[in-house]
Each structure stands twice: as structure tokens, then as C-alpha cells.
């Protein structure tokens, strides 16, 4: 018996995270593609504020904690000294978008070559599910308790689409994970991302759709569900930009 | 030897593996692992191996192995 699929050696111990989370399958994906590009031994991982804070114990690489939502400038500055190295900066989106705009914006404004990976789940996780950039219209959170209301608050964010046509970056994608299909497609476009860094074309970026079945109130299949029908509609997904060509 | 190694300790009951499986091959079990969970079980004279509870699980339970 060979064996044919197994969690990346790198992955430890097993991620902390509540069942039905996204984080398990993208941290997976990402420590996959590092694997496959043969960066295992010189990769450096930007941890943000947020659940994957508690992503501490599970890597057996290399890993930086910012400021919360500072891992734009931080990373800068670890890519600008270690051009060789793999850099990723894994972020939520309260960490990446709301808190962090200015570093991350500015970071794809200068071009600066290391991957970010966004989670976007609607919410600010860890501290119990606030309303964020990204709540959808009319969803409850603890701080929108009768739905988020755009007259009062605006619409929700789609910073991808912002970077792909503000900005000269390399790459830029949005991948989901309600199915096997999407997250094998989720794990090409990190993939690609990764590879962009690795052949220094420039900035590249992925958000992610991920279930929040705990903030979200819902049974994880009923997550997955919810991104098919409400998210999917409003935060297209596929590539936005890819100038590698690979 | 099964096709599909499932880690009991690690599953947390999300239910993915169970609705993406193919071949309906992937059920919960009746007793409760040491976390409080109902943990997968695969059986294995429907399982193809195909690897799908491996892409969905969030937890990395699955090590899927095919015969040499």
C-alpha cells in the first residue's frame, strides 16, 4: 500500500480551529503548494491577529506574528532581506482589510513580491463575530444585530478587485471551498500565487470564501451552502489578473 | 489493509468527508471519540479511494493508500 495523499509533513500537529472551519483546508492547501515547490526549508509564514493566531503549534516552519493587520509592512521588510525566501502572509479579512488596509494596499502598491492569502468569512472570527467590511447585506452579526444595513455602513468590500485594477500586480484570485471541485481549483490559484513570488513577476493575492459555521450559526454543511448562495453571486470567483501566464 | 486511514482522535464531526463522498462510503460512528465527537468511519468494500474526504477535511483525519 503507497501512500497517495497525505497532510503535509510540516503540519504537526493538528489546527485548533472549530469544526467545520476553512482554515484547516486553506493552512493545508498553502503548506501543499509550499511542499510541491520545494520551499519546505525556506518559507517564512506571516501569522495575523485572528483565529489563525492559533496556528502557533500546528507548523513546524518559520513564523512571524505582525501587529494586527500590519503583516503588509512587516513582510515587506522580511522579503526585502530574504529575496530567496517564500513569504506568505496569511491573513483574515478583519486583519487584512478593515484593520490593515493602508499596509496591505500599500503593499500591492508597491509590488511588493510575497503572497497574501485572505480568509473572508464575513466576519470578525475570534473576538465572536462582529460585522465587518465584509458581512453581506442583512446579516446578523453581534455588532448588526438587525442585519447589516448599507444605508448606514456601505456596501461590502471587494478588495481583490481593487487591487487587480488599481494596481501593477502579479497575480490576483478569489477561490471558495463549498466543494471538493472548488477547492482543488482554490489550491491552483494559491499555487499560482506562490509561483508569481517564486519567479519575482511581483505582489500576488488570494481570498478565500471560508465557512464560519460557529459565527455564522450554522451546522457546517449549511455554511457551505450559504457561500454557494449568497456569496458566490456577490464575490465572483475565479482569476482577476494573472500576469505570469503559467 | 483499508484504502483509507481515518485519524478518530483528530475528527470533530464537521460532516464534509460524509457529503462529498462519492460512493456514500463515509458514515458517523456510534461512540464518541476522546474530544466528544462522533468521528468518520469509512467502509472500506465501497471505498474507491478517490480521495475527496482527504480534499474536504479541514482536520487532516484521512491518509488515503492505494495497493502497489
Redesign the interface.
Known amino acids: 500500500m503507497a501512500v497517495v495523499k497525505k497532510v503535509p509533513e510540516k503540519i504537526a500537529r493538528q489546527v485548533p480551529f472549530c469544526p467545520g472551519c476553512g482554515h484547516g483546508i486553506v493552512v493545508r492547501l498553502i503548506m501543499e503548494c509550499v511542499e510541491e515547490l520545494g520551499y519546505n526549508d525556506n518559507v517564512i509564514f506571516g501569522k495575523p491577529v485572528g483565529c489563525a493566531s492559533l496556528l502557533d503549534n500546528s507548523l513546524d516552519i518559520d513564523i512571524f506574528t505582525g501587529a494586527h493587520g500590519r503583516n503588509g509592512a512587516s513582510l515587506t521588510a522580511i522579503k526585502r532581506l530574504k529575496p530567496d525566501t517564500l513569504v506568505i502572509s496569511y491573513q483574515g479579512d478583519g486583519d487584512a482589510y478593515n484593520i490593515g488596509f493602508a499596509e496591505t494596499m500599500n503593499a500591492a502598491y508597491r509590488n511588493e513580491k510575497f503572497t497574501v492569502v485572505t480568509i473572508n468569512n464575513t466576519n470578525f472570527g475570534m473576538t465572536g463575530g462582529q460585522m465587518a467590511w465584509t458581512t453581506m447585506p442583512g446579516q446578523k452579526t453581534t455588532t448588526s444585530v438587525n442585519g447589516r444595513d448599507v444605508e448606514l455602513s456601505g456596501l461590502p468590500i471587494k478588495m481583490p478587485e481593487m487591487i487587480a485594477t488599481s494596481f501593477d500586480t502579479a497575480y490576483v484570485a478569489r477561490g471558495a471551498l463549498f466543494t471538493p471541485a472548488e477547492i482543488n481549483k482554490t489550491k491552483g490559484y494559491i499555487k499560482k500565487a506562490l509561483q508569481a513570488q517564486s519567479d519575482g513577476i511581483g505582489h500576488s493575492m488570494v481570498e478565500v470564501l471560508s465557512p464560519c459555521p460557529t459565527n455564522w450559526h450554522m451546522s457546517p454543511l449549511e455554511a457551505q451552502e450559504r457561500i454557494i448562495k449568497e456569496l458566490v453571486p456577490y464575490y465572483p470567483l475565479g482569476e482577476l489578473k494573472n500576469k505570469g501566464g503559467k | 489493509?483499508s484504502?483509507v486511514i481515518v485519524k478518530k482522535e483528530?475528527c470533530?464531526?464537521?460532516?464534509?468527508c460524509v457529503?462529498?463522498c462519492p460512493k456514500q462510503a463515509i458514515s458517523f460512528s456510534a461512540d464518541f471519540n476522546s474530544s466528544g465527537?462522533k468521528y468518520a468511519v469509512v467502509d472500506d468494500s465501497k471505498c474507491i479511494?478517490c480521495?475527496?474526504c482527504?480534499?474536504?477535511?479541514?482536520?487532516?483525519v484521512?491518509?488515503?493508500?492505494?495497493?502497489?
Not at chain 2, 62 to 68: A, L, M, Q, S, V
Open positions: 489493509m484504502k483528530q470533530k464531526q464537521c460532516g464534509y457529503k462529498h465527537f479511494a480521495g475527496m482527504y480534499t474536504t477535511c479541514p482536520d487532516g484521512f491518509e488515503i493508500r492505494k495497493p502497489d
